[in-house]
């Protein structure tokens, strides 16, 4: 069956992942401004739930379990490299016992903060870091993250049976 595209509506009031709303996409995915990461997302044609871009607004909650994927934005020092918007999704209990890996966003511009963000939350959450990819992605990562995502799940529900 043809995977559903979630990516744009997903940010809409209302669209079953609006702020403050849950979600039961697998893919969770933060996106400044800049919407890099959001165009990369749009490619992959899965579902999709962006967490909300303002700080102050409520963030979305994960119902199932989901892979993050999260840009870095700390600069070389490394300090606050995880967005604040996806730190306060993380705050929350229930989404941080549904991640089951993380994919990192980035620029190799950066050296040796490239893809920081991932690197910390993978670590401090215990789960994957499963893969990295500048800006808005190459067609290859496309097609990388579209079939590493399906083994991952299916290598996932094999470990719980
Ligand atoms: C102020 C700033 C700091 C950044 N710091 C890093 C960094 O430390 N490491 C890294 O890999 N990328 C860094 N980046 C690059 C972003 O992660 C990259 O542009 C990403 O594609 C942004 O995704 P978005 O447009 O979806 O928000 C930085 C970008 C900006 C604007």
């Known amino acids: 069956?043809?995977?559903?595209?979630?990516?744009?509506g997903a940010t809409r009031h209302g669209s079953g992942?609006?702020?403050g709303s849950s979600t039961s996409a697998s893919l969770v995915y933060f996106?400044?401004?800049s919407e890099n990461t959001h165009r990369f997302v749009t490619k992959l044609g899965v579902e999709?739930?962006?967490?909300?871009?303002r700080t102050q607004e409520e963030t979305i909650y994960a119902r199932k379990p989901y892979v993050l994927i999260v840009p870095t934005y700390g600069g070389e020092s490394g300090r606050n490299s995880i967005p604040k918007q996806v730190l306060k999704f993380l705050r929350n209990e229930g989404n941080?016992?549904?991640?089951?890996?993380v994919i990192g966003?980035?620029?190799t511009n950066f050296g040796t903060t490239y893809c920081l963000a991932a690197d910390k939350i993978a670590a401090k959450c215990d789960v994957p870091h499963l893969y990295r990819f500048?800006?808005?992605g190459t067609s290859d990562d496309v097609e990388r993250v579209k079939q590493g995502l399906e083994d991952f799940w299916k290598r996932q529900l094999k470990t719980r049976q």
């Open 1 to 8: 069956m043809a995977a559903t595209l979630m990516a744009e």
């Open 48 to 53: 999709a739930a962006r967490i909300p871009l």
């Open 105 to 107: 966003a980035g620029n």
């Open 31 to 33: 996106s400044s401004a």
């Open 17 to 19: 992942a609006g702020p």
């Open 96 to 101: 941080r016992s549904l991640l089951r890996g």
């Open 134 to 136: 500048e800006l808005m």
